[in-house]
């Protein structure tokens, strides 16, 4: 596609129960970001792929939260056991050279948690 | 690791300036610029790579000092269309070794008529 799609772009989900969201990056995009954004909060850095390298998960919050990458393609992001406070945007963007060129968002998806 | 923001928040009339301010404890790699409108994704406006650099169109520009540690961001003569919150992201060398883009707090920006 021609940009990042990200699904489902909401979901509503009851505490406690597992849920996935998805990535799709632009293709040949080597990096990969997920950023978690609360109400009229900023980005908050979860985890990094770039690449063939070891994801960089320094921003998880939790070991509820974890995420993989097939290759340089699709990234699905698992929250498990959900709780309220889970209830954000996520978003996700790629970018062909994470240092110096532009990261491409998605829409997001806007997970709340009831 | 996170760069600071300053203001959190503009208010301005339309036609007058605002500068938004990002800094790091850390020498950077890069800055990038992002502008988010309520309710949508963030969009790019620049990058500045190299130390002294300035860059940008004539009503909407940046700079990256000497240091590596600072990045301005410049709106003149604002227009309702500058709305939306300002972010600075900024790149270093993980303790991975790979590179990865942090963000700022966010500058909220209202241009009133």
């Known amino acids: 596609g021609a940009g990042v799609s990200q699904s489902p772009s909401n979901k509503v989900t009851e505490k406690g129960k597992d849920v996935e969201l998805r990535c799709d990056p632009i293709?040949?995009?080597?990096?990969l970001y997920w950023y978690r954004q609360r109400l009229g909060q900023g980005l908050e850095f979860l985890i990094y792929f770039q690449g063939n390298s070891a994801p960089d998960k320094s921003g998880l919050p939790s070991d509820r939260f974890s995420a993989e990458r097939t290759g340089e393609s699709v990234s699905t992001l698992t929250i498990q056991r959900t709780q309220q406070e889970d209830s954000a945007v996520y978003l996700c963007?790629?970018?062909?050279?994470?240092?110096?060129?532009?990261?491409?968002f998605g829409q997001g998806t806007r997970l709340t948690v009831v | 690791q996170q760069p600071v923001q300053s203001p959190q928040a503009v208010i301005l009339r339309e036609g007058e300036d605002a500068v938004i301010n990002c800094s790091s404890s850390?020498?950077?790699?890069?800055v990038h610029w992002y502008r988010q409108k309520h309710g949508e994704a963030p969009v790019f406006l620049m990058i500045l790579l190299k130390g002294g650099e300035q860059k940008g169109h004539e009503k909407i520009s940046a700079s990256f000092n000497e240091k590596k540690q600072q990045s301005s961001l410049y709106l003149t003569a604002s227009q309702l269309s500058y709305s939306g919150t300002y972010f600075c992201?900024?790149?270093?060398?993980?303790?991975?070794?790979?590179?990865?883009?942090?963000f700022g707090t966010g500058t909220r920006l209202t241009i009133i008529p």
């Open positions: 850390k020498a950077l790699y890069s």
């Open positions: 992201g900024t790149v270093i060398i993980s303790n991975f070794g790979n590179e990865k883009l942090t």
């Open positions: 963007a790629s970018s062909l050279f994470p240092e110096n060129t532009e990261a491409f």
């Open positions: 293709s040949g995009h080597t990096a």
